[in-house]
């Protein structure tokens, strides 16, 4: 058992939170995981960050900053004093060379493929130069996935070790990683903003929800992160527990490999999307815990208006397979990821829903997303369940780049179009929000149109937390807690 600590009045100091994800890799620059981008999110810092209303950008290594009239070049002016959490100075130097590592092993992300070069002038300032105006870089940089400070010594020390020896600048720091089993995070005493209560951070993993809730009962937990459907239902009679909700930043897909047969014809596609009953999913197997996608993009981040999904109509869909040739149905391969009860649950509807079509599934599954999405990018892909978490907030621009340009990394549907290409090009170079968001509804109105995927729901993200303990429980747009300033009672 896990016991609460206190401190001399007597307040409990260590917050004890589940987990069901894998924790394996705490790199910035190679982690893939969520349940690892909000560890690393505490752990290291950037030069800005995201404001709690989802556009303004705020310091946070970065006192002040310029951006040039071409906006290509994006001047830095570093806060002083600032250590790390082995001692050794955060200045323009370890900045510059943390930056470009991160940017070497990940150099064709939409979020740093524009960059061209760092440069450093002098002991707190630096520049970073893009290859062409870019007016969204900075949200770039705010991401959770964005550039982040690693200890230029530790990195000497470490090389890629660093992963299980994460050194930062952050509010908290490692004190014990037991990888997939448990992290202890330790206050950092000289963390420049320091005033939150919590000493420590226990983050246990389970490989069930059903302990994780047992355990949360008998108060040997005080925080659920990321609580599905099911779950809330059963926990939602303690009275001792609270929740937090934010607005999703995500999408989850059935996705088509657009260039192999038989998906890449429109009409099997278009079958496929009318054969599936998305509304009868998001209220039965989520429990009303998500929100109908009209589109890829979530509502927080675009507003689809009167662009629409075709609706569920099963005699169109046996039509049009039909139409396809195919009116016998077919095999296909079925990439998921099989690591959670409520995505297997999905999976055995989507199977549902497509026996009427006679179409049969290989279920092929993966346990990490990275190769889970190695898989995608490949030929042998053929149907995809897959989701994506934006990695830039407050803008659509690097949510639709990541997914459907061409030459993305992340176009696990090997979708084409010129004219969505140039959109997304335009949007790149376009300063003002309102003509962008003229750009964006072309470019969403014709993946709709195309049906690269359907797009079924955006989970909505929920928090459970012990009320009797935890007063104030504030998360960034990101959905990452921010432990520091967690307010206890």
């Known amino acids: 058992m896990l016991f609460l600590n206190c401190d001399l009045n007597g307040k409990k100091t260590i917050l004890l939170e589940g987990e069901d994800d894998l924790i394996t890799n705490l790199d ?14 505490c752990i290291y810092e950037s030069l800005v960050q995201l404001g709690s209303d989802y556009h303004t950008l705020q310091p946070e290594v970065a006192e002040e900053w310029e951006i040039s009239d071409d906006l290509q070049t994006f001047r830095f002016r570093l806060k002083s004093g600032i250590r790390f959490h082995d001692g050794s100075p955060l200045n323009a130097d370890a900045v510059i060379y943390s930056f470009q590592r991160q940017f070497a092993l990940n150099s064709s992300s939409p979020l740093f493929n524009m960059i061209d070069h760092f440069q450093q002038h002098d ?34 020390k470490y090389g890629d070790e660093i992963a299980t020896h994460p050194v930062g600048s952050g509010p908290y720091l490692v004190k014990e990683f037991k990888q997939n089993q448990k992290i202890r995070l330790e206050a950092y005493p000289d963390f420049r903003s320091q005033s939150g209560q919590l000493k420590e951070v226990i983050i246990k993993r389970y490989r069930d929800y059903f302990s994780m ?8 937990l005080d925080l659920i992160y990321a609580v599905p459907g099911f779950s809330i239902d059963r926990l939602k009679w303690q009275g001792m527990i609270e929740y937090q909700v934010l607005p999703p930043l995500n999408v989850i897909f059935l996705g088509f490999n657009c260039r192999q047969p038989p998906f890449s014809d429109p009409k099997v596609r278009k079958a496929i999307l009318k054969a599936i009953n998305i509304d009868e999913m998001v209220n039965i197997i989520y429990r009303g815990k998500s929100l109908k996608a009209k589109s890829p993009v979530p509502p927080r981040l675009f507003d689809a208006g009167d662009i629409q999904q075709a609706e569920f109509n099963l005699k169109e869909a046996k039509d049009l397979l039909s139409e396809a040739g195919y009116p016998n149905g077919f095999s296909a391969k079925f990439f998921f990821m099989d690591r959670t009860r409520p995505r297997r649950t999905l999976i055995e509807a989507i199977e549902f829903y497509l026996q009427p079509l006679n179409i049969k599934l290989e279920m092929i599954p993966f346990y990490s997303w990275s190769e889970l999405n190695a898989a995608c990018r490949s030929d042998s892909a053929q149907l ?35 004219d969505v290409d140039h959109w997304l090009e335009l949007s790149h170079l376009e300063p003002e929000p309102e003509k962008r968001q003229i750009l964006y509804r072309k470019i969403v109105q014709q993946i709709v149109q195309d049906v690269p995927a359907v797009f079924v729901f955006h989970v909505i993200p929920v928090f459970a937390y012990n009320r009797q303990k935890i007063k104030e429980l504030p ?15």
């Open 475 to 489: 998360l960034n747009p990101y959905g990452m807690l921010l432990y520091h300033q967690i307010v206890l009672n």
């Open 384 to 418: 995809i369940w897959n989701s994506w978490q934006t990695d830039v907030a407050g803008d659509p621009e690097n949510f639709l780049y990541s997914l459907f340009y061409s030459s993305s990394q992340f176009n696990f549907f090997q979708y084409r179009h010129p």
């Open 213 to 220: 809730e047992v355990d949360f009962r008998e108060q040997k």
């Open 28 to 41: 910035p620059a190679r982690s893939e995981e969520a349940s690892e981008s909000k560890i690393i999110s």
């Open 123 to 156: 002991s707190l300032n630096i520049a970073i130069h893009l290859k062409y105006p870019y007016s969204q870089f900075l949200y770039s940089l705010a991401s959770p996935s964005g550039l982040k400070i690693i200890s230029k010594s530790a990195l000497g």
